[in-house]
């Protein structure tokens, strides 16, 4: 194979790019998944909804950034009516039903994109100061994929921040554990998860308006990409953010070396790893406590 | 009405949007020849699954008693159906569906593709690249059947023709959307030309990624014309510029026959045709001339659509009958930034009548 | 626990039997339905067993579904296997699958479990799509149909493989039910409900799961092979995992862990998709629409409400408080 | 009968069973006090193998357990009943004791049989259901019936087993008087072969039963002795009874 | 300071308390008592709005509280230590007992020091999880959760469950001290001598309903009652 170390340079740099993408894309549904213990497989189709939002946004303004801005915002918006309007009468309604209402939204959401934007997938370009390519150390990378790794970044020590250090943090976990007692000593159960579920559409979105320069839109993105975030989410283990990053590290490395290094069994590999981690942690890498 | 004609296309799924083009045309071609209301037309959602497609071919054929079928997108719907229609004697007119061994060995008299076949589409860009000085190549393509073909019959074409192929590399089929890896690898090897073969959303990733990682600077990207098909290539932007590659339609095409048709369909449907409008165009074209030649019921309109020679949108057509696939030009164009500023194919070059071999098929 | 109600026993039997009434008058796409929507049946009780009863919510029985059909295809096809061997063989195939999947989950709960079953599901599915023998994505064509000629049917007739598939699904329930009211179906329910104590009662858990699960992928498995003869051909797109969602989908919508609801849901999901889809390209839309609204009305599926509703109607007529209260306190008041 | 070597187990840095060693006669009734946080619920996890101890070993009637899982060592006679209510709670109290009971027999994997129906396991229910005085709540669900008769359920699930040693952690506490009394007379109505280990706080019940006592604290053994040796302990007063009897 | 009134609440269909009324007094401690499954874990349930009251009233300082929302009725300064305890396993100790105090006013009288000298044991502990503690540990940390809320009225169900003798005479005097700060309490106990050794009142609850209300110097002499209600 190559020896030139810049070669294995810029595939780390790939491999660190689609982390980031996936922490992203995985965060929002490990946060809702692991603290509401709600399972909801349409987070996905709001991942879809960001990067068509964050496609007309950019269209109709010519500037990227108003997608950027506008995908987050409307996605969780989309996620409080979905929450005042079903997912909160779902909360009590145990995991098998939020399957099944959640597998229910994503088929009316493709329909729905398809119905507004088309059946054709549809991209939208990098922003002018992210274009083209930069020179970190001497490895020439796509300036756009670094903007991707510094986001995910910050959003990942945002999060960290919240979660452990906050009294909010220590309230949502409470209210996940036992609702009822938390009630008792005076949280508002019903108003954090809301909160919460809504920041976890935000990142959804976020996440779409993200990815568009690089992927395209369309459809059934949302429902490709589920597999992948659900296995970030399960491989970490759930409710966890540590577990969330290490779950994003683990497949996008896998994914990037395992296509160069192990071609014909690269499309396996993800579920093999899935597999394995679970055999021998069976509830992934960094539970949340309990 | 006088004739039932099935569609099997798709209606939903990944390439929704070519069942669409594929039944404009035929309907374009129905009217155009005054035949609209002379034929039921009956369409059927293939959804792209295998045995959804068979099953809606059954239906068409056993319960609607269709004269003849018209589809598949999918080259894995054709297989699934081919046994079928062969049993039924149903003649299916191909659409889309390129995969060789519907008109190779699997062959039958009841299948008659005019659309293209994957390596009908490839094969003259092996000679033509030599010819352009390029010698190192480096292919990539999705990992499933049509994909292995349509790189396949480059590879083979280009080795012939004295090129090196420097390294190849099959993608995980709809799963992948990060071409990075791949890119950088291809990127080390250094080689004149990439050569590729993606449709659809993949096309669109592909072409934008391949561009953000410099690699137009080293290497131009070169294809399957479907890399950068009129229906998404603004979706890749100014990515796509510079991309040469192979197709067996081109709306730019400078010819009486494709303006009227051009015309026509913005007329009709107010957008430019893609080569999947024409594949639905020349599939009712066909169907018509067939019927035209005094063809009635199924068994005559089989006989009848492997004679029909006309001049198509797409150039001089004719139906081969060692394979009943089409006989027809390729062309090679550019794609450039227009006048408008909006993207449009540049033909740079012509091959004409290009003829798959018989390989293996036996009426 | 599972019991035989009376209203289970009347409601799969009117199922069948509205199936083979239908069967008689319907044309040849009806046919192709009821065949569709029996199969599909098969499928979901054999994923119910599991699911429904030993919480074992799993998302490769899609996949497993799709190895009966390609055992079946690639042995009669590529091997030249008597169909009925391979009909067997395939019924093994999905046995030992099922059995070495839930052994090897056996550890996992929850969402874990569902996604360690999709793990595997998926690598079959990648597996059998990347097999240049097995066709690969373009599948495998000239599935042949079990000969029963020596008893007089002939399969390739579409109303006598109707009948032959609701047979099956008939044997299928009967199975189901079967060793779901046995000693091993309570101790299933057991695992369920509480499996920490079942191991400190002595037993040795994942001997079961895997015994479970292997009964059901053999269910399975034979709704596959099934399937298989009906297209007479297979492809990958039998193993994809949506392929188990929607069969999930289907189990819940009916009334999971109801035996019976599974087998209603598929069948009222595959005629209502049918229905819709003739309506319009933007069926998903409206089905994802009809699921939403099912669920939030009720929550325990179509025959899962019903029966909710008649077996509380019944719960009330003896009273209730007297349960509630502690014997102990009881006896001790009366000869207070 | 039941025996426990030098056993030791910490968690992280926090030492909670430490060279506990101790052994019962057949037929034994000891019972373990200690203050709370002792070390008593773990000891009974390391017994049962619901914890693998760090070092030492447990040995039932000759036979080297510690490698053994919780349910090998369940079929091996040694039963547990939980501190913490542990039943099957969505099925009615006689579906519970049923599954404990065919698990015992063996009976868990009748395909051909139902063990709900079979008249065995019906007797065996019948007869674990009388000891715990459960007979008319058989069919009241888990789930439904008030604290009290949880406690009871959780015993009488490890009493329907029908083990050889039978662990108890704290049976009687959150029952009233009543409860309390009934089960004096279940511990004195027990076949005298059978041998028990219980955790109890509540000290009426802790002397009345016990053969011998044994005394955790800070997870070490610091005391063994007859009932009477205990109660005049200091030490054991000071560290954990206190004047318990001030206010009975 | 809280009087229930001819309550009326059960689980869904199951109607478990049928007229039932107390009378907890500011300053004092009211002791409710009877047997397993009498219904007075469910009375408190339906205080702490945990249970929907099917019929009658429960008025907080003047205010009924029917309907009120459980995290509501918690600010309104009443705590509870269910019989279950109820630590959150995926909290730490600490933060246990810091998501009860964070409402705390700053002169509270209840600080994280004073639960601590409360119950020493919980200061050894901070940082295990909730699902890493010891049956008895887990009641202090119920009880020092409460407290940290520093609540007008303190509801208690079975705190001396699962404790240790010495620690149950420690309750006992920690529980007296309490009354001397004049908090008001309502204690449901099995343990008959704790409870009338502390209690002012005592409600006796019998099939759902109260079937005895008087001081507990007299249930302590009123031994009939006390072994038709109670089998002492
Ligand atoms: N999983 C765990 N991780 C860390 N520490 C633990 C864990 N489980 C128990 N402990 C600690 O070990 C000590 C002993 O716990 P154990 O439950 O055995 O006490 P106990 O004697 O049963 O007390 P009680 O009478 O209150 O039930 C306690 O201090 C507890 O905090
Ligand atoms: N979740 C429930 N659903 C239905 N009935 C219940 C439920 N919980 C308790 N009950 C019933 O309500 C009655 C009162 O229960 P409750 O727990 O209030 O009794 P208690 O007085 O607290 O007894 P204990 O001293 O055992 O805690 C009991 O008869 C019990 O069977
Ligand atoms: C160009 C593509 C639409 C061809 C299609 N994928 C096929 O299977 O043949
Ligand atoms: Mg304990
Ligand atoms: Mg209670």
Redesign the pocket.
Known sequence: MVTDWSYWAVQTLNGLQLSMLLFLLSVGLTVIFGLLHFVNLAHGALYGLGAYIGISAAAATGSYWAGFAAAPIVVALTGMLLYLGLMKRMRQAGPMNQVLVTLGLIFVFVDVFRLIWGDLAIGTAAPAIFSGRSDVFGVVYPTYRLFIIALGAIVMAALALVLSRTQLGAMIRAGVDNDQMAACLGVNVERIFFIVFCVGCALAGLAGAVAVPVFSAHPDMGTEILISTLIVVVVGGMGSLRGAVAGSFLVGFAQTFGAVLVPEVASLLIYALLAGVLVFRPTGLFPARA | QDYKVGMLLPYSGVYAALGKDIDEGFVLALEEAGMADQVEIIREDTEVKPPVGLAKARKLVLEDQVDVLVGPVSSGVLGAVRDFVDQTKTPIIVANAGNDEATGENCTPYIVRVSFSNSQVNRPMGQWMYDQGIRKVYTMAPDYAAGRQQIGAFAEAFKAAGGEIVGQEFTPFRTTQDFGPYLSAAQATEPDAVYVFYAGSEAINFVKQYDAFGLNDTATLHGSGFINSPLYVDAQGPAAVGTVASLHYIPTLDTPENKTFVEAVQKRYERTPSEYTVQGYDAGRSFVEAIKSGATDKEAIAKALPTVEYVSPRGPVSIDPATNNIVQNMYIYETVEGDDGKLTQKLIGTVENVKDPVNGCEM | MFRQSLLKTIVILALLGGGVVYTFFTGYFGKELVIEAATLAILAISLDMVAGYGGMISLCHGAIFGIGAYTFAALTVLFGVHPLLAFAAAIVATALFGAVVGAITSRTHGIFFIMATLAFGQMAYVTIFESRTLGGDDGLAGVPRLDLSAIGIDLMNSTNFALFAIAALALVYVIAAFVLRSGFGRTLVGIHVNEARMKAVGLTVWHYKAAAFGISGALAGLGGAIAAQQTMFVSPELLVWMVSGTVLMVVIFGGIGTLVGPAVGAVVWVFLKHEISSITVHWHMIAGAVLIITIVAGGRGLYGQIEYMIENRRAKQKQP?ET???PLAQERETHA | MLEARDLNKAFGSLVVTKDVSFSLEKGERRVVLGPNGAGKTTLFNLLVGELKPNSGSVRMGGEDLTSLSVAARARRGLARSYQKNNLFGALTVRENLALAVATARGAAGWLARDTLADPEIAKGVADAAAQVGLTDALDAKV???????RRQLEVGIALSTGPRVLLMDEPTS???PGMIQAFHTLLHTLPRELTILIIEHDMDLAFDVADRITVLNYGEVVFEGTPDETRASPMVREIYLGEWDAHA | MLEVSELET???E?R?IHGLSLNAVPGRMLAIL??????????LKAIMGLLPAAGGDIRFQGKSLVGTAPYDIAKHGIAYVP?TRDIFPSLTVRENLMLAARMAPRDATWTLERVFEFFPRLGERLNNGGNQLSGGEQQMLAIGRALLMNPKLLIL??PTEGLAPIIVRQIHDKLAALKEDGMTMIL?E?NFGFATSLADEVVI?GR?RSVWEGLSADIRADTDTQHKWLGV
């Open positions: 408080d509630n209260v502690s | 789930d439904a019936v008030s604290y009290g008769v959150g029952v009233g | 059960g689980y869904g199951t478990v009877g047997r397993n499954g009498a219904g007075k874990t469910t009375t019989e169900d079975e449901v099995q609850v759902g």
